[in-house]
């Protein structure tokens, strides 16, 4: 069983960056696409953007494309999403998941964190 712990979220002003941290218990989270997702409030849980197992391939939602990066370091089980010029429509709940593949579907991924906070100020 694969558990996973967001960090890193936070209050923050428009324009500026943060950097949202994954980490896993358990069980590695080697073998596994991870993908990040959002959840405004009022809102459906949206992809954001997921990485390989192998770290070599990306892929993000046309909102966050250019200003938001994924990353994962499989030796501490650990990735990672730095949000640059961050927007207040950017304000959501955060979330970490695990998956066999990579897809930005919400429902094929397995393991989920519990997520985190970014507040997006104007």
């Known amino acids: 069983q694969v558990q996973l712990v967001e960090s890193g979220g936070g209050l923050v002003q428009a324009g500026d960056s943060l950097t949202l941290s994954c980490g896993a218990s358990?069980?590695?989270?080697?073998?596994?696409?991870m993908g990040w997702f959002r959840q405004a409030p009022g809102k459906e849980r949206e992809f954001v953007a997921y990485i390989a197992w192998s770290g070599g391939r990306t892929f993000y939602a046309d909102s966050v494309k250019g200003r938001f990066t994924i990353s994962r370091n499989s030796a501490i089980n650990t990735v990672r999403l730095r949000m640059n010029s961050l927007k207040p429509n950017d304000t959501a709940v955060y979330y970490c998941a695990a998956a066999e593949y990579t897809t930005v579907r919400a429902n094929d991924y397995r393991h989920w964190g519990q997520g985190t906070q970014v507040t997006v100020s104007s």
């Open positions: 358990g069980r590695t989270f080697s073998g596994y696409a």
